[in-house]
């Protein structure tokens, strides 16, 4: 059979778009990934970088190392390795394949040979800039060279073609769900996902780069410090999902960084990715609620609690990840203090107004605050004060000598209970102060404002919360997201979560068009009294007394259970008085209390924690408090994983 071949020459010229995404390594049994953009390249011979090259990879691990000696010798040689090994987890022994001795002290310094041994058992190829170093004998083979751009100390991969270097991330798997997606930036001060995976891992990779590249100055006091940020928070480069997916796919990469976020780059904050929110910032609860995305995992315990919301990533991040120091979140009605009680961590609704919330998703502005969840409270403290900035008051002489409790147990009965009453007779003696019991509402009910008209207060401000979250997420959010949906699918509505959806049917059909204003008035009037009538200013103490609350108190709340559908959060609790008086509301984890599980059967840990509320404006005194009581060893600094300590 002949066979007959037609040629095409077609007319245009079809050029292809092609780009460079990164490269994925396994160093050492360890996951890697080289990121794209060359951060220097190293001015050497061909035959000087194919000498330290592994046959059939271009990519070299290597090890900028500096050295501040007068003499570089195999003991100080073996000490840095030491220092890289136990302070940062993205450097290990396979990047002394090669190194580039960077040298800052008095120059030019000597090498001290032989070094032969010390080098021979890493396999390692030294490079040494000429300019710096002269050596006591022979060179001994080992190259004197020199950088296009001077690189600070840390693990990099370089080309043996090329010689050009590039970071090096260390890649570890989202077991937990934490995140929405892994990032990077780029050189123009926007971001890119990062395209990395670990093979064989069912979950979302995220990249974090050495700790050794970075330096704190009183410019950048968190320089290097790896943060996520939840996912109502726009990012240059990046989407913007709101946990909604429908929102997720209809908008473009933002143009801008919101301002918070924009904040704590300059300070220095590594952004390693976004984190999962439930959807719009509402309540909702694991599996029940969750419909378009999944839920992150509390590790705490058995693993299988629910991981509260509506900062459910970050704070099941900082529960469980020992490589992520601190998440940026959001609180509306509790949506840092829910996740940090129960993943166990600081957490903390700053005094309302502190930080411009520009680029961030709306639920209610007169609510609506940014903060931190960590489990560091030294990072805690620093990380607000370089978004608060001056609005942090750090000017009182003294601690209150007054605490007010709040629903805390009478007895010790429990390992819960127990754990309660001596965090606050230890904080009594710390502080030399008294303690009374604070009931709310019989305060209200005998010395209530005017204003009320004698209202109780549940019927005053019990639907102030619901009203504001929903009838302002609804005019700002919700119907230019419906309008811009519609316009692009047909008329289609997108889907929404059955929580956002009950909540914003609230808002609409079971209250007046002005219920608003009147929310806004109720809360007014519960502002000032506050203020004036439980916890005052005090030039001293910025804030004359505390209030502590029970936060958890190890109490499961399994994530596998069937629920009722959700409900307006109407009623007046204590956790509302923050958002109402706009004070701070910070989050002490202080110990963690036995349960039985029924899912491992066996006894688990859940945590305990305490609310400690202060006056307007008093979140510097918070914050200084838990460093105080960490020094004193009354508060601890939780680990991550099942157990907090």
Known sequence: MAHAFLALSLAVTVNAIVSISGQTLIVNGVDYYAAPESVSIISATADMLSSAATIGVDLIP????????????????????????????????????????????????????????????????????????????????????????????????????????????????????????????????????LSAAIPGAQSLTIGVPSRLYYTKTAAQPLAG??????????????????????????????????????????????????????????????????????????????????????????GAGIGSYDWLDIGLGSDTGGSIRGPSEVNGCFGNRPSHGLVSLDGVM???????????????????????????????????????TKILTS????????????????????????????????????????????????????????IVYPVLIAQQQYSLFTLPFYA?????????????????????????NNVSADATTQALQNKTVFMDWWSTEVITPSVESCSDSILL????????????????????????????????????????PIGQAAYNSTITLQEEYLPVTVDVVAARGCDGMIFGLAEALTNAGILKVPGTGSLMY
């Not at 439930?278 to 599996?287: K, L, P, V, Y």
């Open 62 to 193: 290597l090890t900028v190392m500096e050295d501040t000696t007068s003499s570089f010798t195999t003991s100080v040689f073996r000490s840095i390795v030491g220092n890289y090994t136990s302070s940062d987890d993205v450097f290990n022994a396979g990047f002394l394949q090669a190194i580039y001795l960077k040298h800052t002290g008095s120059s030019p310094a000597t090498v001290q040979y032989p070094l032969g041994a010390a080098l021979t058992e890493y396999g390692t190829k030294l490079f040494m800039p000429s300019r710096a170093y002269t050596s006591s004998v022979e060179a001994q083979g080992h190259n004197f060279t020199g950088w296009r751009t001077e690189l600070p100390p840390g693990p990099y991969f370089m080309s043996a073609s090329t010689g050009d270097i590039y970071q090096a991330y260390r890649l570890y798997s989202d077991v937990q769900g934490a995140f929405t997606e892994g990032l990077k930036p780029n050189t123009d001060g926007t971001f890119s996902i």
């Open 225 to 314: 410090v790896r943060l996520g940020v939840k996912d109502i928070y726009d990012i240059a480069g990046i989407k913007t999902s709101c946990g909604n997916r429908a929102y997720y796919d209809l908008y473009p990469p933002r143009n801008v960084t919101a301002v918070a976020v924009q904040t704590l780059i300059d300070a220095g904050a590594v952004i390693i990715g976004k984190m999962k929110t439930s959807q719009f910032a509402n309540g909702e609860t694991a599996t029940a609620d969750w419909v378009d995305y999944h839920s992150p995992f509390n590790i705490r315990g058995d693993g299988y609690q629910d991981p509260s919301s509506s900062s459910s990533g970050p």
């Open 362 to 400: 709306p639920l209610s502005p007169n609510l609506d605050t940014a903060g931190f969840l960590t489990r560091d409270p030294f990072l805690w403290h620093e990380a607000a004060k370089a978004l608060y900035g001056s609005n942090i008051a750090s000017n009182f002489t003294s601690f209150p």
């Open 407 to 462: 629903g805390f147990p009478t007895s010790a009965s429990n390992e819960a209970n127990t754990i309660l009453l001596d965090f606050v007779s230890q904080l009594q003696t710390f502080l030399n102060a008294s303690t009374t019991a604070l009931d709310v509402e019989s305060l209200w009910s005998t010395n209530g404002p005017a204003a009320a008209g004698g209202d109780s207060i549940d019927d005053y401000l019990g």
């Open 484 to 508: 811009d949906y519609a316009a692009a699918h047909d008329g289609k509505r997108p889907f929404v979560d059955p929580a956002p959806l009950i909540r914003w049917a609230y808002g609409q």
């Open 549 to 588: 609350y029970v936060g958890s108190d190890a109490t499961p709340n399994y994530r596998n259970l069937y629920r009722n559908s959700p409900v307006p959060p109407t009623g007046f609790s204590i956790s509302r008085v923050s958002n109402f008086a706009e004070v701070p509301d910070m989050v002490f």
